[in-house]
């Protein structure tokens, strides 16, 4: 699943290209698509025919649109695969395009997934803490790049979990926005081994990890995003290109850039962690 530069980089696409636009017609080719619309395709589609976009919302990792009838948003999960692309109507269709609203302006906003892990979904709006959320969204907590991202209630929380540092960087429900490639990233940034306790770190070891997180994020956006999966693309098709600059995810057995030992690879909940041996040495055993 992208993380929280791509989903941003999507965002601000939709931001620029759908928002205020009205949405003529739905078309749905692939009920697994629709499959989080307990309603089904035809009511997805029938429900979005007539409003008009009103903003491109994310927080963390989720994203979704908001229309001139307040009551309900899209919610839109991107999945391993899905791609938000805008296109003239008489461009020529992907393979995988599965779901098409036709705008008012001569375009359609297209869903591709070719893994059929995403989808589209209408989801009615809760108050949490002054915001506006989907329901399916109300539990996830804010992200780094927030800007009421409140850091000494997070480091509190992160010291307050029994668990590893990495898994509670990974559960939304404390920080959200943060996968696996931004969280080892940002522990090799913060000098700090993913298996270390979370409650054994220090309040400044925290903030700093939290700093950390918050530059890897805001470099990797202004490059559009990692293109580490060539099918994150943004909303014009484009791929972004922090992969260039990754310190360790993907570089195993490649010489540390900070002290020139050979990066590491491990399992770690059926994925894989890289780390330095030698800036994030692991923690001693009790």
């Known amino acids: ?59 963390g990792k989720f994203l979704w649109l908001t229309f001139d009838e307040h009551e309900v948003a899209l919610v839109v999960h991107l999945g391993m695969s899905g791609q938000m692309l805008v296109q003239p109507a008489d461009a020529p269709l992907q393979k995988h395009a599965h779901i098409r609203a036709t705008l008012g302006d001569g375009t359609q906003l297209r869903f591709v997934d070719q893994r059929t892990f995403g989808g589209w979904a209408l989801a009615p709006l809760v108050e949490v803490e002054g915001s506006l959320l989907p329901e399916p969204v109300a539990h996830i907590a804010r992200d780094p790049l927030d800007p009421r991202f409140e850091a000494d209630a997070v480091v509190a929380a992160i010291r307050g979990k029994q668990s590893e540092i990495k898994r509670v960087l990974l559960d939304q429900g404390v920080i959200s926005g943060i996968g696996n490639i931004y969280a080892d990233e940002s522990l090799w940034r913060a000098k ?31 490059a559009g995003g990692t293109s580490f999966d060539a099918l994150y693309v943004n909303v014009n098709g484009q791929s972004g290109y922090f992969e260039r600059s990754l310190a360790v995810y993907g570089r195993e057995n490649e010489p ?19 780390t330095c041996p030698r800036c994030q040495p692991k923690p001693r055993r009790p």
């Open 256 to 274: 540390c850039g900070r002290c020139g030992a050979p990066i590491t690879r491990a399992r770690f909940m059926n994925r894989s962690s890289y």
């Open 192 to 222: 700090i081994n993913g298996g270390r306790p979370a409650s054994g770190l220090s309040r400044p070891a925290v903030r700093g990890l939290l700093d950390a997180v918050g530059s890897v994020m805001s470099a990797a956006l202004a």
């Open 1 to 59: 699943m992208p993380e929280l530069p791509e989903v941003e980089v999507v965002r601000r696409g939709l931001a620029e290209r759908v928002v205020g636009r009205v949405v003529e017609s739905v078309t749905i080719t692939h009920p697994r698509s629709v499959r989080r619309h307990l309603e089904g395709a035809a009511d997805l589609a029938a429900r979005l025919a007539g409003l008009k976009v009103e903003s491109a919302e994310r927080r």
